[in-house]
Nanobody, 121 residues
Framework: QVQLVESGGDLVQAGGSLRLSCAAS????????MAWHRQAPGKQRELVAV???????NYGDFVKGRFTISRDNAKNTVYLQMNSLKPEDTAVYYC???????????????WGQGTQVTVSS
């Protein structure tokens, strides 16, 4: 079994910063892509940022240099540093990772439970 546990969501004023963390644990053989997605009320889930095992990154167009995704492979952890937050960034942020477990070497996608980010104006 694999678990992804997010932390770091909070209420913050516009212009502020937050750092989200997501730690993967369990019977992990290797982790491929790790990503952050978000879902605002009444909207579809959207990709915020993704990072490959080699450190390549890609971001949603709306990020525009405000967010930075990083990972610590030794800790099986991915981070999302969010700066210059706007009220429209308010959403539940979900961690996602493609993982090969020691039980099955298939690449499977796992999701965390989500962490709430609220940005007040």
């Amino acid at each position: 079994q694999v678990q992804l546990v997010e932390s770091g969501g909070d209420l913050v004023q516009a212009g502020g910063s937050l750092r989200l963390s997501c730690a993967a644990s369990g019977s992990i053989f290797s982790i491929d892509n790790m990503a952050w997605h978000r879902q605002a009320p009444g909207k579809q889930r959207e990709l915020v940022a993704v990072i490959t095992s080699g450190g390549r990154t890609n971001y949603g167009d709306f990020v525009k240099g405000r967010f930075t995704i990083s990972r610590d492979n030794a800790k099986n952890t991915v981070y999302l540093q969010m700066n210059s937050l706007k009220p429209e960034d308010t959403a539940v942020y979900y961690c996602n990772a493609v993982i090969r477990t020691t039980i099955s070497l298939s690449h499977l996608s796992y999701w965390g439970q989500g962490t709430q980010v609220t940005v007040s104006s």
